[in-house]
């Protein structure tokens, strides 16, 4: 043993530890010697009992930073009484996991093996004793060298085509993408842009674009490489592979004529015959390779084709001479006799209809549906005429030859291509003008083309010119149904049977089943999801009606005969209908006006096909409400004269803001009672924009956030001619409407439901075709109808009524004037935001505001909106709703009990059965609206099925659509994505300060409103034309201009400079004034202090 003053070995040979220690603690033995010999006693053990303590670190984790696969340890120590137990958690104190990497050292550490990247992350000690716990954090940070996880792949593409390359990489720190051309830089242009994400992004591409691309992924651990290489083809003209020759062919025989062209872009074939577009139809086929197949030849298709070869560099062509042996037909004798008769008493029916509508004020609902439906542009009254006397000749060949024969003309397999040689189609389509008004696309003005959308819609679709252009047939889901399988709508005979049962009369079913005056508010949305819709349909069809209101027959007004006789289809009156008065046996309609030979029919009419509908309106969601769907409605509408792109504009209000501009012309209706007011329509960009106050409102919201984009980007680009401004604020104004649209509004409307039948944005899809179909146009999105309240109600500053109260929607249409003498737009815009819209309930469809009063006058028989959407379902041959629920992969209904799943209240399908006999009777509108909700939507499944089916072809057939890569730039599209109805009711009311961020959503006032302050605004900055050498000087608030570098005082605090086209300002900031009253002096910024007042402070 050591020497230690604090053992003692006593007399006796005991041994005696004074103040014992731990270091004491071990085995002791004692052991006797002399010089004979030693002696030892067994071993004993002495313990030490310390007082407890709670642990304290000897040693803590730090953190530590370690490569991919190499090893770490995490030292980790500590002391106590008792010895305390060393744990490790990892992150939220998970323990860790069970790996054979992962170990704790004897010394208490933590020990990874082969580090991945996932063991990055913060790491716990815990000591632990009996009388406490303690713990220390420390972490692991993962470096690792960056991985690609997207690569680019090799690309070939066309001179003037966008071009990306995909890259992205992961790693730590997080890697850093940068790309090099050939080992040097990239060109620094606005040309090449790499995204945020790492993409590449070539646009414009040009030949010396070509070559190898280098991508690389850089953080401090080190870097990854990947070469891709870029091959540009440069654009050639068109030469053809294979060419026509002359042909001669016999009748009733189909026929190929060759034709196949290659060229960089990949060449479109057209096709012409002496000298006219064929048009893809029934009659006429192009094939991939640019064949042109003829079917059913007849003597009229004989002629010179002429086989177009275009891309965008420009275009070759090869003709033939196709010869045909003929046959007469029954009907040919009365061709010219016949369409002598039509262009007769068409012309005159017309013409005794203009008379009665514009020569007068309008003195019945009648005359004001006519009025407001009947089309502005003179190209579309032509067309329309065309149509009727194409489809009247035929009708009376049809008279003619049915007389002489004696049979009956009518059953559902009879054509007209049995009736009348090719030749003589053709010789009537040329005669009643269908031949004259058929459009030649032009869209070889690329740089028009590849940034703005024509007026008409032409030239979206670069394959199909026609696709989604206005005065085009609609689309169509399912075959039409005709009772004679042409043009005779469902049900007009009456005592036709289908199914065994007569179809109703469509005002019967509006007051059995539609018609309510009970209304339900609904408790999440406001008016304005109604008056949107109404709004977007405005912007996406509009059937041409009837251009008579008179029948051919003889010129006897429809209203006055109720006959079915062209183009009368009058919806009768059931005997004793609640609202019949004096003796009135029906209600005013006409048909739609037919397409030009009907439906599917080649450019020349050699073959006819069931009757189609002409849609007045482009198809895309383009701002057509604003700026119309022709070059004629465009031109009516612009202020030409400032040439600074903006819209006519009409008086000025209190506000300082402008009206729309008055329709000039002859009696309206809008002046429809004189004693009420002589202000006449509003001019828009849609004829409907009268129909009623509410949507007379959104038309000014719009056109006044045209004009202050408008003057916006002048100021912002002074050097832009007026059409240049113009198309860029169409331009945006489009694309607002797309996002409001499809970001705000489609979402209540199809609920999370419909919005995942909607599907993402994927980009745009050339082979869809963006129209509109005949079924969303007559039926599907008249949905909005039974959103519709009762009244409109206007709304002051505070949201209280204002003096002159609320509007029965009777007394809201074609009435202008409330606007210009009773207080704007402002209280009405208030009553659609600021007020809950009508919840659509199965058993409460149609407010009778719609059904009883619509465009009611003294001494009249109102119309019924109701009765009217049937009709014109009839009208267009819609199959009924049974076909649909089949389409929509819904159940087969034979029985009304096989409808209780989408119609589950007993008492509507009895209503149904009483009124159709058969559920495969059911006119598709009616039976669309009493479908049951799907959760979270307005709609049920079949119309959610068909709204849902519209909305993806308008988007995705769009190659302009505001979301389509290139056609917008990524900062201009984000600030789209800023675009609200709320900013853009806050920028246009007259005074409107207060909304909330979504005006969709119902809201208590005060609490659920912003400040106008508050909500997002467009950026136009992002429009500002950059280019280099283009535009340097600056323009002030003021319109001021100042050359680059120059510098000015904007107030004596304010000191401004110009620099490469941006204004930047300082604000000088004033010091404490060093005396008690420190003088403004003109012209200095800071008070100053005169030589009587220094040193005189307050005290």
């Avoid at 010394?107 to 303690?134: P, R, W």
């Avoid at 209000?653 to 009206?659: E, H, T, V």
């Avoid at 009773?822 to 199965?842: Q, S």
């Amino acid at each position: 043993m050591k020497e230690d003053s604090r053992l003692n070995l006593l007399d006796d040979g005991t041994l005696m530890i004074q103040n014992t220690q731990e270091t004491d603690q071990g085995i002791y033995q004692c052991m006797a010697k002399n010089v004979a010999g030693e002696v030892k006693t067994q071993e004993v053990t002495l313990r030490y009992f310390e007082s407890p303590a709670r642990p304290s670190f000897v040693i803590h984790p730090q953190n530590t930073e370690v490569l991919v696969g190499e090893s770490v340890t995490l030292e980790c120590s500590a002391t106590g009484h008792p010895q305390p137990r060393i744990t490790w958690t990892k992150g939220d104190r998970t323990p860790l996991p069970s790996d054979p990497r992962i170990t704790i050292t004897p010394s208490g550490g933590l020990y990874i093996q082969n580090v991945k990247q996932e063991d990055s992350g913060e790491y716990t000690c815990f000591a632990t004793n009996s009388i406490d716990n303690i713990h220390a954090t420390a972490y692991i940070i993962v470096q690792a060298l960056p991985q690609f996880t997207v690569t680019p792949q090799d690309k070939m593409v066309i001179e003037g085509q966008t071009v990306d390359f995909p890259c992205e990489a992961q790693g730590y720190p997080q890697p850093v993408i940068a790309w090099t051309k050939g080992g040097g830089q990239l060109s620094v242009d606005r040309r090449h842009l790499v995204l945020s994400s790492g993409t590449l992004r070539i646009s414009r591409v040009a030949l010396h674009d070509q070559g190898q691309y280098e991508c690389q992924a850089v953080n401090i651990i080190g870097s990854q490489r990947i070469v891709v290489y870029l091959t540009v083809q440069p654009r050639v003209t068109p030469v053809f592979a294979s060419v026509p020759s002359d042909m001669t062919v016999e009748v009733g025989t189909n026929v190929q004529i060759p034709c196949s062209a290659q060229g960089e872009p990949e060449p479109v074939i057209t096709w012409n015959k002496d000298g006219v577009q064929v048009t893809e139809s029934g009659k006429f086929h192009v094939s991939s390779e640019g064949f042109l197949t003829i079917r059913d030849v007849g003597t009229a298709d004989e002629g010179r084709y002429e086989c177009v070869a275009r891309n965008t560099i420009g275009y070759s062509s090869v003709s033939m001479v196709l010869s045909v042996n003929g046959k007469v037909r029954n009907g040919d004798p009365f061709v010219q006799t016949s369409i002598v008769e039509a262009i007769a008493t068409v012309d005159r029916a017309i013409n005794s209809t203009r008379t009665h509508l514009f020569d007068s004020r309008p003195r019945s609902p009648n005359d004001l549906l006519a009025l407001f439906r009947y089309p502005r542009d003179p190209y579309t009254v032509e067309q329309a005429r065309a149509g009727e006397i194409f489809e009247r000749t035929l009708q009376l060949i049809q008279d003619h030859v049915q007389d002489g024969l004696m049979v009956d003309l009518n059953g559902t397999s009879y054509h007209y291509n049995d009736l009348v040689s090719p030749q003589y189609l053709n010789l009537i389509a040329n005669l009643s003008g269908c031949t004259a008004h058929r459009r030649v696309n032009n869209c070889s003005d690329m740089c028009f083309h590849q940034k703005y959308r024509t007026h008409d819609g032409t030239c979206n679709n670069l394959q199909h010119p026609m696709w989604g252009a206005s005065l085009t047939a609609f689309e169509r889901l399912l075959k039409s149904v005709y009772e004679n399988g042409f043009n005779l709508p469902r049900g007009i005979e009456p005592k036709r049977l289908s199914n065994g049962y007569a179809l109703p009369m469509p005002r019967l079913v509006s007051t059995t089943l539609i018609g309510t005056e009970t209304i339900t508010p609904d408790d999440q949305y406001t008016h304005m999801l109604m008056q949107w819709g109404q709004f977007l349909d405005h912007d996406l069809d509009l059937t041409v009606a009837a251009l008579s209101e008179a029948r051919f027959s003889d010129g006897q007004h429809c209203s006055s005969v109720c006959t079915n006789d062209p183009p009368c289809f009058s919806i009768m009156i059931p005997p004793n209908d609640p609202r019949v008065r004096n003796g009135a046996r029906c209600m005013f309609f006409v048909r739609s006006s037919p397409v030009c030979g009907s439906g599917m029919t080649s450019l020349l009419m050699n073959s006819v096909y069931p009757r189609e509908q002409i849609n007045q309106l482009t198809s895309y969601i383009d701002a057509s409400n604003v700026y119309g769907s022709s070059d004629h409605e465009a031109l009516e509408i612009r202020d030409l004269a400032s040439q600074r792109g903006l819209l006519r504009q009409g008086i000025v209000q209190r506000s300082g803001k402008p009206l729309l501009p008055f329709a000039t012309g002859p009696p309206t209706e809008c002046m429809r009672d004189e004693n009420e007011s002589p202000i006449p329509c509003f001019l828009a960009g849609d004829q409907r924009s009268n129909e009623q106050l509410g949507l007379t409102s959104i038309h000014t919201l719009w056109f006044r956030e045209h004009n202050r984009i408008a003057t916006e980007l002048l100021k912002l680009n002074p050097h832009w001619d007026g059409d240049t401004i113009y198309h860029e604020t169409r331009k945006i104004v489009g694309a607002e409407m797309q996002h409001i649209t499809f970001s705000h509004w489609l979402p209540k409307i199809f609920g999370e439901v419909g919005m995942k039948m909607l599907g993402e944005y994927k980009g745009y899809d050339p082979s869809v075709n963006s129209g509109i179909t005949n079924e969303f146009a007559t039926a599907a999105f008249r949905f909005g109808h039974t959103l519709i309240n009762p009244f409109l109600y206007r709304l002051d500053e505070n949201f209280e009524p204002i003096p002159q109260g609320h509007l029965p929607l009777h007394k809201a249409f074609f009435s202008p004037f409330r606007i210009v003498n009773e207080g704007g737009i402002d209280p009405l815009l208030r009553g659609l935001f600021g007020v809950a819209g009508k919840m659509r309930v199965p058993s409460q469809l149609l407010n009778t505001e719609l059904t009883e009063r619509l465009f009611s006058m003294a001494r009249t028989v109102a119309l019924d909106l109701a009765a009217m959407n049937i009709q014109r379902g009839r009208d267009h041959g819609i199959p009924p709703y049974h076909d649909f629920r089949v389409y929509c992969n819904l159940s087969s209904a034979q029985t009304f009990e096989d409808l209780k799943n989408e119609i589950k209240n007993p008492e509507i399908r009895e209503k149904l059965s009483r009124l159709y006999g058969s559920p495969l009777n059911i006119d598709l509108f009616p039976a669309l609206m009493v479908e049951d909700l799907v959760p979270g939507s307005r709609l049920g499944p079949t119309l959610l099925c068909l709204l849902s089916t519209q909305f993806r072809r308008i988007r995705d057939g769009d190659r302009l659509w505001y979301e389509n890569p290139g056609v917008f730039t990524p900062a201009q599209l984000t600030q789209i994505k800023q675009t609200s109805l709320a900013r853009v009711l806050c920028d246009n009311g007259d005074n409107i300060t207060r909304v909330q961020h979504d005006v969709f959503k119902v809201a208590e006032f005060p609490h659920g409103y912003s400040s106008c302050e508050d909500i997002p605004k467009l950026d136009l900055r992002m429009w500002q034309d950059c280019c280099e050498g283009l535009k340097t000087d600056c323009t002030d608030e003021k319109g001021k201009s100042y050359s680059s570098n120059e510098t000015w005082k904007r107030d004596p605090c304010t000191v401004c400079e110009c620099k490469v086209g941006q204004i930047t300002c300082f604000v000088e900031s004033c010091p404490p004034a060093d005396c008690e009253a420190p003088v403004k002096v003109k012209g200095d910024c800071c008070p100053v202090c005169l030589k009587q007042n220094i040193n005189k402070k307050k005290p």
